[in-house]
């Protein structure tokens, strides 16, 4: 399958990464000859975007990013893909967890570059291309276990790596390795309900 386009605003080719990988690598030489006259002309260069290479609901995409853009920046703002969600960007409430190499990850505190070569499941990679929901989307709708809807994604790829992990095996297991992911709605209850439900229907539960 060919690479989805990337949108103008990724900035730099991998020509003109090199360039300015280049241009980073040889300026700690130029700042020590020329210190006398310009003391931080080193700035600017080790900015230059780098390009980053991952596997996002089964595509490949080839970023373009500063290298302080979060994982959950880069799907949000660089790829279109807004299904992970923004709650606090501290690694406190979990609407931004989504899957790494199959691995629950808080996708605001990973930078987008540390990801390289990795696989990355969102919300949106979950249902078959004929549509067909992922069992727990399916069990989330039939337990009515979410409201507002905003900390669901989240839920959703939680409640699947708490079952890859083997930790769904009772009621309290499932709250306590499901508690990094904060519901104002309080929806805690049906949550638990559906995670059973699917965890009974996916492979390997
Ligand atoms: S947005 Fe990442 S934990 Fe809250
Ligand atoms: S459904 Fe609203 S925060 Fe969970």
């Known amino acids: 399958m060919s690479q989805p386009s990337l949108p103008s605003t990724l900035g730099l080719s991998r020509?003109?990464?090199?360039?300015?990988?280049v241009s980073a690598a040889a300026a700690p030489l130029l700042v020590s000859s020329a210190k006398a006259e310009a003391p931080a002309a080193a700035g600017p260069e080790?900015?230059?975007?780098?390009?980053?290479?991952?596997?996002?609901?089964?595509?490949a995409y080839e970023l373009s990013l500063d290298t302080r853009t979060s994982l959950l920046d880069a799907l949000?703002?660089?790829v279109g893909l807004t299904g992970t969600k923004k709650g606090c960007d501290h690694g406190q409430c979990g609407a931004c967890t989504v899957l790494v190499d199959g691995k629950r990850v808080l996708s605001c505190l990973s930078f987008a570059v540390m990801n390289a070569g990795k696989d990355v499941t969102t919300v949106e990679g979950l249902a078959s291309s004929d549509g067909k929901l992922h069992p727990m989307q399916q069990a989330f709708i039939d337990h009515d276990a979410f409201q507002?809807?905003?900390?669901?994604?989240?839920?959703?790829?939680?409640?699947?790596?708490?079952?890859?992990?083997?930790?769904?095996?009772s009621e309290d297991d499932i709250r306590d390795y499901m508690s990094g992911n904060i519901c104002r709605c309080a929806a805690y209850p049906n949550i638990v309900a559906a995670v059973?439900?699917?965890?009974?229907?996916?492979?390997g539960a």
């Open 15 to 21: 020509r003109n990464f090199m360039t300015g990988t």
């Open 46 to 59: 080790l900015r230059e975007p780098v390009v980053t290479s991952m596997r996002i609901n089964k595509q």
């Open 76 to 78: 949000r703002d660089h």
């Open 148 to 169: 507002c809807g905003y900390c669901t994604p989240g839920q959703i790829l939680s409640a699947i790596g708490c079952i890859n992990e083997g930790h769904a095996k």
């Open 196 to 203: 059973l439900q699917a965890r009974d229907q996916m492979k």
